[in-house]
T-cell receptor, first 113, second 111 residues
Framework: DQQVKQNSPSLSVQEGRISILNCDYT??????FLWYKKYPAEGPTFLISISSIKDKNEDGRFTVFLNKSAKHLSLHIVPSQPGDSAVYFC????????????FGQGTILTVHP | DGGITQSPKYLFRKEGQNVTLSCEQN?????MYWYRQDPGQGLRLIYY???????QKGDIAEGYSVSREKKESFPLTVTSAQKNPTAFYLCASNQGRTEAFFGQGTRLTVV
């Protein structure tokens, strides 16, 4: 039972263009969402989060959008840079699970120079 | 420097052997977690602990055991009952409903 799904295993983008990574969830109790970036053989690093009371959160080149009715969130990276090439995971939690996070399968982003 | 330290970075296990992965944090976080990463499957939760001397099974706890005797430490033992232990193991911690911080991971290989 995959409660958080990233249906695109990979995404290839040209440097300077926008990268859009998508994530869907099925558990309507989820109310806090996060994006992580991961390089091979390293631990994930936190990028940006959004609470369900908002529909957008921005931090520099990174913007997360949340569509609660569609149970969908997306991460926009503008402009994309070669150093953004990594695996991106979305994660979610609900108020009953303290800080426990449920992760998606990840999307491999490749930014070409 | 606050953070999470996992050791060793690489670990080799023989068939039928138990091995223990170390995880230490100095962030003063109450909660700690163990995840397993396999290709194409994302991060799956093995065990988690919200306070000292208490822990709960995650989604894939079979063949694993943990202890939480100190706030700073949450070691994971991969037992011989775990039939497919080769994976990348990640430890994390957080405080309440905040982002989790991860260690650098341990790559376990069965030889």
């Amino acid at each position: 039972d995959q409660q958080v799904k990233q249906n695109s295993p990979s995404l290839s983008v040209q440097e300077g263009r926008i990268s859009i990574l998508n994530c869907d969830y099925t558990n309507s109790m989820f109310d806090y969402f996060l994006w992580y970036k991961k390089y091979p053989a390293e631990g994930p690093t936190f990028l940006i989060s959004i609470s369900s009371i908002k529909d957008k959160n921005e931090d520099g080149r990174f913007t997360v959008f949340l569509n609660k009715s569609a149970k969908h969130l997306s991460l926009h990276i503008v402009p994309s840079q070669p150093g953004d090439s990594a695996v991106y995971f979305c994660a979610a939690s609900d108020s009953t699970s303290y800080g426990k996070l449920t992760f998606g399968q990840g999307t491999i982003l490749t930014v070409h120079p | 420097d606050g953070g999470i330290t996992q050791s060793p970075k690489y670990l080799f296990r023989k068939e039928g052997q138990n091995v223990t992965l170390s995880c230490e944090q100095n962030l003063n976080h109450d909660a700690m977690y163990w995840y397993r990463q396999d290709p194409g499957q994302g991060l799956r939760l093995i065990y988690y602990s919200q306070i000292v001397n208490d822990f709960q099974k995650g989604d894939i706890a079979e063949g694993y055991s943990v202890s939480r005797e100190k706030k700073e430490s949450f070691p994971l033992t991969v037992t011989s009952a775990q039939k497919n232990p080769t994976a990348f193991y990640l430890c994390a911690s957080n405080q309440g409903r905040t982002e989790a911080f991860f260690g650098q991971g341990t790559r376990l290989t069965v030889v």
